[in-house]
C-alpha cells in the first residue's frame, strides 16, 4: 500500500512539471553547465567572457534592470574596475541640483544596469514593431532554463525553402512558433575575448548564457552550498532520531 | 484535570494559578495514544510544523515585500537578491505551500483510508474540511503576490468565475476586485489576508486538535481503545515517532529549496504581470489543479444551468462533499483493513484524483475534457452514490477484539516478546 501511495505521490510531482516549451519547437539542446548538479558553481572565467558578450552585442538591444553595477564583484572584479565600468553609463541624478535642475552623472556601483531604451515603445520602435525582454530574470522565466536559452542563441538555421516568412522574422527551430524577431545577434568573432578564447557562435552562446544564469540566480551558489551542509545535517540527525525511537519503543508490544 | 504537585517552587506558584504545566502534562505527556499508529499518523503534526514555518518565513518576507503593483514583482527580486538570506527565506516559503498541501493531502487520504471521520469523529473531520478551505484561499492570495504573469492571469480567471452567479455575478466579481479589474486594489486586499488567514488557520487548527483530544485518534484497526493495554503515552513514544517523521520530511522539502527551488513553480512568474499580455497556457499550482479539472468538466448548459456555474458549483461541491462525507459513508466498520470492497475503491479514488490533476494541468483539447468529464463524475459517484450502498452490501472482515491483539497478531511475536513494532500498513 505504501508503494502505491508514493507512487502515487510520483506521479504528483511529474505531473506539476513545468510545462515544456511550446510543442511545435524543437527540444532545447541539453549542456552540461557547470552549475548543474549538487555542488553546482558558476565559472568565472566564463561569467567575465559573457559579461563581455553582454555588453558588447546584446546590451544594443536588451537591458537587464534588476542588476547593480555592484553585482559584478560577484564575476571576480575589482572594485575599482566596477567603479571604472559604471563610470562609462550616463545616469539621471535622482534629486536636483542646487537650481533645482534635474542633471545627469556618471553611473555609480549602486546603480542599476542602464536599459537601452527609455521605454517600450521607443523599444518596438527600434525593433521593428518586437519588444527585447529585460534579460535578468530570462533563464528563470524560459520552460528548459540555460539549455533553452543557449538552443536560441546558437540554433539559428536556414529557413525550409517551403517557409513562407516575413523578412523581419527569423528562422529558428527553438523557439516557439519558430519565427523570432530577434535577428541572429551572434556571429564567429563578434567580440575579441581578452583571454584569447575563440569567439565561435557555440562559445559565445555558452558563455552568454552563464553569464544569464549568473544574472536570473545569483545566489546559486550560495544556495547550493548551504544545502549540502543542511542536508548532511538532517542525514544524520534523523538518523540519530530513527535510533531513538527504536530505543524508545523496544519495550511496547 | 488532575492537578499535579510539582517540587520547583516557581512552576507551583503559577500552575496554582493557572495550571498550564498540569494541562501539558495531561495533553501531551500522559495523553493516551493507541500503540498501533503507523507511519501515516505523522502528517498531522507535520502539518502543524508547515503551518508555524509559513508563519515565521511569511512575517520575514512581509518586512522586505511592498504590496503595489508597481513595485510588488521587483520587492521579491530584491529579497531574493539583496537581503541576507532572502532567497532562503522565500524558497522555503514558496516551496513550504507545496509541502503543506503534501502532507494535508495525505493526512486526509490517511483519514479515508482508517475511516477517522466516522463517530464519534465526525466533527473533527469536518473543522479538518474547513482548515482545507482556508489553506486554499491563504495559497491562492499569495501566489497573486509577487505579480508575475501566473500570479495575475491566474487570479483574473478565478475571480472571474464569480461573475457565473446568475443577477449579480457581475457585481460580486467587482466587488472582489475593488475595481473594474484585477488592479492595486486587488493586490492589497489579497495581502492583507493572506497576512489574515494562516492565524485563522491557527485557530481552527487549536480547535481540530482540542476536538481530537476529546475522542482520541483512530488506529489503523479502526477500533476503540479499550484500556491501558492498548495505549501508550504520547510522550516519549510520539514524540520519537513524529520525529523519525519530521526528520525525512524536512529532507525532501529541502530537496526541494536548495536543488529544484522553481521546480514546483511556473517560469511565467518570473515575468511581471502585464494585463496586456495573455499567457499561452494559464495553469494553477499543481496542488490546485484536480479541482481546476473539475472547474473544467462541463461543457456544455445542464438544463437551464450555463456551462460555467456548473462547473464553479460543481467544484465548490467537490470540497463541500467531504463536509457530508460520515453520513455519506454507512459502513460501520472504520479501516480499510476490514473492508475488503471499498478498500479497492479507496484506490480508484486516489488515482482518479491524480488523473483529474493531469487533466487539469493539460489544455482542455483532444482526448482530455472527456477524460476530465469522466473523473468528474466518478469523483461524485463515488462519494454519493457508491459509498452509500457500499456499506449495506460488503460483508466486512472480523475485526481483532483489541488494539494490543492485533498488534501481537501482526508484529508476529508471541505476546510477552519484546518486538519493536512502531506497526506497519
Ligand atoms: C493545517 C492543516 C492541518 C493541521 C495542522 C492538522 C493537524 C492535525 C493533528 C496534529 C492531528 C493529530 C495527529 C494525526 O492524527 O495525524 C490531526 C488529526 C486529524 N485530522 Fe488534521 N490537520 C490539518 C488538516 C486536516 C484536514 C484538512 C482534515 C480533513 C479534511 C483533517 C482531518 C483530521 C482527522 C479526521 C484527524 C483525526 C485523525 C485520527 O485520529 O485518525 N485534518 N490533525
Known amino acids: 500500500m505504501k508503494k502505491a501511495l508514493i507512487l502515487g505521490l510520483v506521479a504528483c510531482s511529474l505531473m506539476a512539471a513545468p510545462v515544456q516549451a511550446a510543442e511545435d519547437a524543437e527540444a532545447p539542446k541539453s549542456v552540461d553547465w557547470s552549475f548543474d548538479g549538487i555542488f553546482g558553481h558558476y565559472d568565472r572565467a566564463s561569467l567575465q567572457r559573457g559579461m563581455q558578450v553582454y555588453k558588447e552585442v546584446c546590451a544594443a538591444c536588451h537591458g537587464m534592470r534588476l542588476l547593480a553595477y555592484r553585482n559584478l564583484m560577484d564575476l571576480g572584479y575589482s572594485e575599482a574596475q566596477v567603479k571604472a565600468f559604471a563610470s562609462q553609463y550616463e545616469v539621471q541624478n535622482e534629486d536636483p541640483n542646487d537650481e533645482g535642475e534635474m542633471f545627469n552623472r556618471p553611473a555609480l556601483p549602486s546603480d542599476r544596469f542602464v536599459s537601452p531604451f527609455p521605454n517600450e515603445q521607443a523599444a518596438r520602435a527600434s525593433n521593428g514593431g518586437a519588444l527585447p525582454p529585460d534579460l535578468s530574470l530570462i533563464v528563470k522565466a524560459r520552460a528548459g532554463g540555460a539549455d533553452y536559452i543557449y538552443s536560441v542563441l546558437s540554433g539559428y538555421a536556414e529557413a525550409p525553402k517551403d517557409l513562407k516568412k516575413p523578412d523581419t522574422l527569423h528562422y529558428n527551430p527553438y523557439f516557439p512558433g519558430q519565427l523570432i524577431a530577434m535577428p541572429p545577434p551572434l556571429t564567429e568573432g563578434a567580440v575579441e575575448y581578452a583571454d584569447g578564447t575563440k569567439a565561435t557562435v557555440d562559445q559565445l552562446s555558452y558563455d552568454v548564457t552563464n553569464f544569464l544564469t549568473w544574472a536570473s540566480s545569483p545566489k546559486l551558489e550560495a544556495q547550493k552550498s548551504t544545502g549540502f551542509k543542511v542536508v548532511l545535517f538532517l542525514l544524520v540527525f534523523t538518523g540519530l532520531l530513527i535510533a531513538v525511537k527504536k530505543k524508545v519503543w523496544s519495550a511496547v508490544h | ?425
Not at chain 2, 494541562?23 to 508547515?50: C, I, R, S
Not at chain 2, 538570506?85 to 482508517?114: D, E, K, T
Not at chain 2, 493572506?194 to 488557520?201: A, D, K, Q, R, T
Open chain 2, 1 to 425: 484535570m488532575e492537578k499535579q504537585t510539582y517540587n520547583n517552587a516557581v512552576v507551583r506558584w503559577i500552575d496554582d494559578r493557572l495550571p498550564i504545566f498540569s494541562f501539558m502534562d495531561h495533553e501531551y505527556n500522559q495523553f493516551p495514544m493507541p500503540k498501533n499508529l503507523n507511519y501515516w499518523w505523522n502528517f498531522g503534526a507535520l502539518a502543524t510544523v508547515v503551518l508555524v514555518a509559513m508563519i515565521v518565513t511569511g512575517i520575514v518576507l512581509a518586512m522586505h515585500y511592498t504590496p503595489h503593483t508597481s513595485m510588488a514583482f521587483d520587492s521579491v527580486e530584491h529579497i531574493m537578491r539583496d537581503v541576507n538570506y532572502g532567497w532562503l527565506i522565500r524558497y522555503i516559503h514558496a516551496n513550504g505551500a507545496s509541502m503543506f498541501f503534501i502532507v494535508v493531502y495525505i493526512h486526509i487520504f490517511r483519514g479515508l483510508y482508517y475511516g477517522s471521520y466516522k463517530a464519534p469523529r465526525e466533527l473533527l473531520w469536518m473543522i479538518g474540511v474547513v482548515i482545507l478551505l482556508l489553506m486554499m484561499a491563504t495559497a491562492f492570495m499569495g501566489y497573486v503576490l509577487p505579480w508575475g504573469q501566473m500570479s495575475f492571469w491566474g487570479a483574473k480567471v478565478i475571480t472571474n468565475l464569480f461573475s457565473a452567479i446568475p443577477l449579480v455575478g457581475e457585481s460580486v466579481v467587482e466587488w472582489l476586485w475593488g475595481g473594474y479589474t484585477v488592479d492595486n486594489a486587488t493586490l492589497n486586499r489579497f495581502y492583507s489576508l493572506h497576512y489574515l488567514l494562516p492565524f485563522v488557520i491557527v485557530g481552527v487548527v487549536v480547535l481540530h486538535i482540542a476536538a481530537l483530544h476529546v475522542t482520541g485518534s483512530n488506529n489503523p484497526d479502526g477500533i476503540d481503545m479499550k484500556g491501558p493495554q492498548d495505549s501508550v503515552p504520547f510522550n516519549p513514544y510520539f514524540t520519537a515517532k513524529d520525529s523519525v517523521g519530521l526528520g525525512v520530511f524536512l529532507l525532501i522539502w529541502a530537496a526541494f529549496v536548495f536543488y529544484a527551488p522553481d521546480y514546483l513553480g511556473h517560469p511565467e512568474n518570473y515575468i511581471e504581470a502585464n494585463p496586456l499580455v495573455t499567457p499561452p497556457h494559464i495553469v494553477p499550482e499543481w496542488y490546485f489543479l484536480p479541482f481546476y479539472a473539475i472547474l473544467r468538466a462541463i461543457t456544455f448548459d445542464v438544463w437551464f444551468i450555463e456551462a460555467k456555474l456548473m462547473g464553479v458549483l460543481l467544484m465548490f461541491a467537490s470540497i463541500l462533499v467531504l463536509f457530508i462525507l460520515p453520513w455519506l459513508d454507512t459502513s460501520k466498520v472504520r479501516s480499510c483493513r476490514y473492508r475488503p470492497i471499498y478498500k479497492w475503491f479507496f484506490w480508484v479514488l486516489l488515482i482518479d484524483c491524480v488523473v483529474l490533476g493531469w487533466v487539469g494541468a493539460n489544455k482542455p483539447e483532444g482526448m482530455f475534457p472527456l477524460i476530465g468529464l469522466i473523473g468528474t463524475g466518478y469523483y461524485f459517484f463515488h462519494f454519493l452514490i457508491l459509498l452509500p450502498i457500499l456499506g449495506k452490501i460488503e460483508t466486512p472482515l472480523p475485526l481483532p477484539t483489541s488494539i494490543s491483539e492485533s498488534v501481537t497478531r501482526r508484529s508476529g511475536a508471541p505476546a510477552g516478546a519484546t518486538a519493536a513494532t512502531g506497526g506497519n500498513a
